[in-house]
């Protein structure tokens, strides 16, 4: 992992201050340069917090939302109103709650079966974006997370989609959740021009040291595959989840 800037925040709700104030800051600059602001979230429970500041009264007003479009960096293989659904989790916090146009959310529709799934998420991706077959899709921002077994999106360790070098998005079964999960793939993550990790707890201090001091035997980690190309890749932690670092 080349270069990347490491903020470390007091706690949960600086972290998902400083981030809001980011997307914020780049909604409006890629509004204004491309007309638009293509975005990708993540699911979990780190960024709950940051969706909810967004559609709150400090922010939403900064947000031109009409031109904003959000995609899912992952999606588990659930219907949209499942308790699991990362969908669910950012239109309770933020979709329902900011005056997002409904043609702007491109939902990953992982209820279906999951090859079935990553394909239509595919064919909507490469639609939105007018790719040619061989061409991939540039998000303006792709937030993700940081599992404690190092997992980030729906890329586990030992994920066949590590490997994957042709495809937008696929299906992965991931054995230690007996589930299937849908993901974009490390290909897309890299392109994007902007990558923001949302890491908090102390139950993250030990990975995050392994990811981002690139400690022995670390390299397998799919969180270490994250180096977009050109693009800007910040580390939102809180101080818990800092704390194995050597500054
Ligand atoms: C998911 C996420 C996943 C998540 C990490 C961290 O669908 O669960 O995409 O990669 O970001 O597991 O989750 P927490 O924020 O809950 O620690």
Redesign the pocket.
């Known amino acids: 992992m080349k270069d990347f800037e490491r903020i470390v925040c007091k706690d949960i709700p600086e972290l998902s201050a400083q981030a809001a104030a980011e997307f914020v800051r780049l909604a409006n600059e890629r509004s204004a340069a491309a007309g638009r602001f293509v975005v990708a979230l993540?699911?979990?429970?780190?960024?709950r917090a940051l969706y909810s500041l967004l559609a709150g009264a400090e922010f939403q007003s900064q947000v031109p939302w009409d031109r904003v479009h959000f995609f899912?960096?992952?999606?588990?293989c659930v219907p949209p109103d499942h308790p699991d659904s990362?969908y669910r989790m950012a239109f309770e916090t933020l979709l329902s709650k900011a005056p997002v146009p409904e043609k702007n959310i491109h939902r990953l529709e992982a209820e279906l079966a999951p090859e079935a799934a990553a394909a239509r998420y595919e064919k909507a991706i490469r639609d939105f974006f007018s790719l040619a077959d061989s061409a991939w899709p540039a998000f303006d921002l792709i937030?993700?997370?940081?599992?404690?077994d190092g997992?980030?999106?729906?890329?586990f360790p030992g994920s066949e989609a590590l490997h994957e070098n042709k495809r937008l998005a696929v299906a992965a079964y991931v054995e230690k959740l007996k589930t299937y999960?849908i993901?974009l793939t490390l290909a897309v993550l890299n392109r994007a021009a902007n990558i923001f990790f949302?890491?908090?707890?102390e139950?993250?201090a030990s990975i995050l040291a392994d990811v981002l001091q690139e400690k022995r035997g670390s390299e397998s980690l799919p969180a270490r595959r994250i180096d977009p190309q050109g693009g800007r890749l910040v580390w939102f932690v809180d101080r818990a989840a800092d704390a194995s670092l050597q500054s």
């Open positions: 993540s699911g979990g429970s780190t960024p899912w960096g992952d999606e588990r990362n937030f993700l997370g940081l599992g404690d997992h980030t999106a729906s890329l999960r993901t949302l890491v908090a707890g139950s993250k």
